[in-house]
């Protein structure tokens, strides 16, 4: 295949994961509807409506992360067999939310989560149009600085730091609705609670080797110096602060529940900046540009 065309393969690929992850978020919501907000396990006992609904749209999660892979190999094989598919930001993003999909995909495989597939697929699916429609940009080769072995290593790291941390983030948003009394068809405060904190206790040691450690090394290949005070520098760095902070607080001052939660999203909101937000405002200053 040639380049353009593994190029429209892949960006077929988006469209059709896209749609799908639609129709599952559809299916998500039938199955809401058919146990009127209640938790699977409950539902079921007045129907098998619910339990086939959430496999149904299980199902075409699974499906549309299968596609959301071809778009990433599409990707990269469209501009070199041997490139990794995240040389800016429109494909950092694919490969982040394919992270987040697959998390879930696996995680409610192993133990059943339908409660929080609805959330997921929400994400997905508003995550891709945005990465359509403002992100895109055509293939082209990596620039020099991007051409480099610390380029995989160090965002490989960032990128599934960045899904566990927006799954982390998506389940403290439940958390929160949930102690507030909305949305009694998801599980108990405390387990939402426990979850999050699992996925960001597994986030946090991923992100501090991928900014702190493999980052500053790749920059010192790419630009003589481990460090240089770049506005994507300093925001990894308030990343990583505030995770921290959401770790020490529940290790040492119990900070458990609402306070936590905060934090976790603070520390979402940051994440993010650092990865999109810095491309718009700081674009012109930032070494980083590369990756817009």
């Known amino acids: 295949m040639t380049n353009q065309a593994w190029e429209t393969l892949s960006n077929q690929a988006v469209a059709g994961c896209g749609v799908i992850y639609f129709l599952a978020m559809l299916a998500y919501l039938g199955q809401w ?3 009127r907000g209640e938790p699977v396990a409950a539902a079921a006992s007045a129907g098998n409506r619910p339990v086939v609904f959430g496999r ?30 995240w040389g800016n930001m429109y494909e950092f993003t694919l490969t982040a939310s394919f992270v987040v999909t697959l ?3 696996v995680l409610n495989r192993r133990h059943v989560h339908d409660w929080l597939g609805p959330w997921v697929v929400l994400l997905i699916v508003i995550v891709l149009m945005a990465d359509v429609l403002w992100l895109y940009e055509p293939v082209a080769p990596l620039t020099e600085a991007l051409n480099s072995p610390w380029l995989v290593i160090h965002v490989v790291a960032a990128i599934i730091a960045t899904g566990m941390f927006t799954l982390g983030g998506v389940v403290s948003i439940l958390f929160l609705l949930r102690s507030s009394g909305r949305l009694k068809g ?38 003589s110096r481990y460090w240089g005070w770049d506005p994507k520098e300093i925001w990894a760095f308030i990343t990583w602060v505030v995770y921290a902070a959401y770790l020490h607080a529940r ?42």
Request: aromatic letters at 18%.
């Open 33 to 35: 509807a058919a146990g």
């Open 56 to 85: 149904f749209a299980y199902v075409l999660t699974a499906f549309a992360t299968v596609i959301h892979f071809v778009a990433l190999v599409g990707r990269g094989m469209a501009a070199d067999p041997d490139r990794v598919p």
């Open 103 to 105: 998390t879930y995909v």
């Open 186 to 223: 998801l599980p108990e405060a405390d387990v939402l609670d426990r979850m999050a904190y699992r996925l960001h206790a597994f986030a946090f040691p991923v992100w501090t080797f991928a900014a702190l450690i493999a980052g500053p090394i790749w920059a010192y290949y790419a630009w």
């Open 251 to 292: 290790a040492t001052a119990g900070w458990k529940g609402r306070n936590a939660a905060i934090i976790a999203l603070i520390g979402l909101a940051t994440l993010w900046f650092n990865f999109i937000g810095i491309n718009f405002f700081f674009g012109g200053s930032s070494i980083h540009s590369y990756s817009k």
